[in-house]
């Protein structure tokens, strides 16, 4: 059972411990998304996340994409990094591309983020915002 106020702002790694399944991963960082934008502070990406992999059998992509917006943030508030977003479960062995089409894969390739880059995976350069 949680220890804080309702109204306390949760850490990335809280968001992630309630993964059960790839709806709550997806709904898990879209919120903790949403929360860190009204309220930037470097607490809530020190503590490391759980590892997904074994839970959503996903070959590490969860974790390394965890591991990328965190790092992402980081540098968009000039936070320093913390550590665990560079251990290698966090970097997926193979390149990840959140588009099919060549054409798309190739647009990926130039407007993936750094943080996103590095980790082998290829997303939009405004992959982490909301409407």
Not at 1 to 27: C, G, N, W
Not at 28 to 52: C, I, M, Q, T
Not at 91 to 105: E, M, Q, V
Request: charged share 25%; proline share 7%.
């Amino acid at each position: 059972m949680s220890t804080h106020s309702p109204y306390a702002q949760r850490s990335l790694s809280e968001f992630i411990s309630h993964v059960k399944i790839r709806d709550d991963y997806s709904y898990g960082l879209k919120n903790f998304l949403d929360e860190f934008r009204s309220n930037p502070r470097v607490e809530l990406l020190e503590e490391e996340p759980p590892l997904l992999d074994g839970i959503l059998q996903d070959d590490g992509l969860a974790d390394s994409y965890v591991a990328s917006a965190a790092a992402y943030l980081c540098q968009l508030h000039d936070f320093p990094q913390p550590d665990w977003v560079n251990t290698k479960q966090r970097i997926k062995k193979t390149p990840w591309f959140a588009a099919k089409s060549p054409n798309l894969k190739a647009i990926l390739l130039q407007e993936s983020p750094a943080a996103f880059r590095v980790r082998n995976l290829f997303v939009s350069a405004n992959a982490l915002h909301r409407a």
